[in-house]
C-alpha cells in the first residue's frame, strides 16, 4: 500500500498504503458500457500535487479528443480521508467513481467489499500487459483475480554516505551481517551518526531481513491464513533487525519509536551513514545535507552477491464494477497506465514504473534509477493477500513487537509469540 507522495515529501511506501479496510454492507450494484457522458475518476491527493495534476490534465485532454462526449471529473482524495471515501463507495454505488487509484495492500479487503470490476481478461488483451512486471502484477491479486492496473511501484534500497565510507575506509556491505558490522564501525568513529538509521515503526524495512534469511509473514492453507513469525527462519531475521535499534548502531530512546519517515530523514539531515530508502525518497535526500554525500545500492541478502527480497509496494488503477462506463473506465485506466504516461509520472513524481519496458529505458538515462531495479529484478515480496492485513497493519502488531525486543522488554520468541496469536485473532484463528 503507498499512497504516492512526491519525491520532495519524505514519505515511505508503507505510510501511504496502510490503513483499515472499508466494509461493504450493499450489492455492489449493476454496471453498463455507455459510450457518452462523465467519467468520474478519483486520484490520490499530493503534498504538492501540480506534476501529477499536469501529467493527468494531459491523459484527460487526450483521451477526450479521441471519445467525442465524453467528459472526465477527476476528483482528488485526501490520502488520510481516503477510508470513509471508499466505504462510502462501496456501500453506495450511485456515488462510486468508476475509476480509482488505490494501494495494492488494500487490494484483498477492497476485492472482498464485490465492488471492484476483475480486470484479469483487460490486462490480458491489453497491447501493454505483457510488458507489465510479474511480481508487480501479483500485488494487484485478490484470489487469482486482478483488481488493478499496477500504476506505479515502489522498491527500497540502501543508502549510504560516500564521504563516510571514503574517510573510513569502508565498502558497501556484501551481506545483512556485513551492514551491521559496517554500521558498528561507523557508530564507534561517528558517535555523532547513527550507523543506519531505521525504526522499530518501520515494518518495511525489517521485512527484507525476514525474508532474506528464508522466513515468511504467514501461510496460507485451505484459503486461511495463518501466522508464520514463530518460525526458526522469521525470528533470526526479525532479530536482525531488531539488533539495529541498539546504542552501538541507532540507540533505542530515539530510533525505537522512527517511522520510514523519520529514518530517510536522519540520513538526509545528516544524522546517519546509511538508511533503507525508497526510490520515492531521492528527491528528499537530495534536498538534505546529504545531497551530493551518498550512494545507492541493492540491500544485500543473507549470502554475499545476493540482494535481500524487497517489498513491491505502490499503487493500482481500479474500476468500480458499479460503473455505467465499464470500457471508457478501462480504456482510461489503460491510457494513465501506459507507456507514455508511466514515463511522465516518472518525470514528475519519481513514480518506478511497473512496465518493464519503461524501467529498461528509464534506468539507461538515468543511473540513479539502477539498483531499484536491480532489487526489483531480483525478486519482491508482498504481505499475505488477506483482508484481515489492514487490520494487522492498523494495530501496529509488528512494530510492537520489534520495538519490545529492540528495548530489551521481551525476547524475540515472546514478543513474537504474542504478535502471531494478534494476527491469527485478525485472520479468524
Known amino acids: 500500500m503507498r499512497i504516492r507522495r512526491p519525491l520532495l515529501a519524505v514519505v515511505p511506501l508503507v505510510a501511504a498504503l496502510a490503513a483499515c479496510a472499508p466494509t461493504q454492507s450493499g450489492p455492489a450494484g449493476a454496471g453498463g458500457d455507455e459510450k457518452t457522458g462523465t467519467l468520474r475518476v478519483w486520484l490520490f491527493d499530493e503534498a504538492t ?25 477527476v476528483q482528488w482524495i485526501p490520502v488520510e480521508g481516503r477510508a470513509d471515501r471508499f466505504s462510502g463507495a462501496f456501500n453506495d454505488p450511485n456515488n462510486a467513481p468508476d475509476v480509482a487509484e488505490f494501494g495494492n495492500t488494500d487490494v484483498a479487503a477492497y476485492a472482498k467489499t464485490g465492488a471492484l470490476a476483475d480486470l484479469s481478461g483487460d490486462l490480458k488483451s491489453w497491447k501493454e500487459g505483457a510488458d507489465l512486471v510479474p511480481s508487480v502484477v501479483d500485488t494487484a491479486k485478490a484470489d487469482g483475480k486482478v ?39 561507523i557508530r564507534a568513529a561517528k558517535p555523532d551518526l547513527y550507523g543506519i538509521s531505521v525504526g522499530g515503526k518501520y ?84 534536498a538534505g545535507a546529504a545531497k551530493g554525500k551518498y550512494a545507492v545500492v541493492p540491500l544485500p541478502g543473507s549470502t554475499p552477491g545476493s540482494v535481500a527480497p524487497a517489498f513491491a509496494g505502490g499503487n493500482l488503477l ?31 513524481m519519481g513514480n518506478l514504473p511497473t512496465l518493464a519496458s519503461v524501467q529498461q529505458q528509464l534506468s539507461a538515462k538515468d543511473s540513479s534509477l ?41 525476547n524475540v520468541d515472546a514478543a513474537l509469540q504474542d504478535a502471531a496469536d494478534k494476527m491469527n485473532t485478525a485472520f479468524g484463528g
Open 147 to 185: 483488481y488493478g492496473l499496477p500504476w506505479f511501484t515502489g522498491i527500497r534500497a540502501l543508502y549510504y554516505r560516500t564521504d563516510v565510507f571514503t574517510e573510513l575506509n569502508l565498502k558497501p556491505p556484501a551481506t545483512l551481517a556485513e551492514l551491521a558490522d559496517t554500521a558498528r564501525r
Open 49 to 73: 500535487r501540480a506534476p501529477k495534476e499536469a501529467t493527468v490534465a494531459e491523459a484527460v485532454t487526450e483521451f477526450k479528443a479521441s471519445h467525442p462526449g465524453v467528459e472526465v471529473d
Open 203 to 286: 515494518t518495511y524495512a525489517m521485512l527484507p531481513y525476514l525474508w532474506a534469511q528464508g522466513g515468511e509473514l504467514a501461510k496460507q492453507d485451505g484459503g486461511k491464513w495463518t501466522a508464520a513469525i514463530t518460525s526458526p527462519e522469521a525470528k533470526a531475521g526479525v532479530d536482525a533487525y531488531s539488533k539495529l535499534i541498539k546504542d552501538d548502531i541507532c540507540p533505542p530512546q530515539q530510533c525505537g519509536n522512527f517511522t520510514g519517515t523519520q529514518s530517510v530523514q536522519a540520513f538526509a539531515g545528516g544524522k546517519a551513514a546509511m538508511t533503507i530508502g525508497g526510490d520515492f525518497n531521492r528527491k528528499a535526500v537530495e
Open 318 to 348: 481500479g474500476v468500480f464494477g458499479a460503473s455505467k462506463r465499464r470500457g471508457l473506465s478501462v480504456e482510461f485506466a489503460e491510457l494513465l497506465g501506459g507507456a507514455k504516461y508511466q514515463t511522465q509520472m516518472y518525470s514528475a
Open 370 to 410: 539502477k539498483p531499484f531495479v536491480d532489487t526489483l529484478k531480483a525478486g519482491t515480496r508482498f504481505v499475505p493477500a488477506s483482508p484481515a492485513w489492514s487490520r494487522i497493519d492498523a494495530q501496529n502488531i509488528l512494530p510492537t513487537a520489534i520495538q519490545q525486543i529492540a528495548t530489551g522488554e521481551r
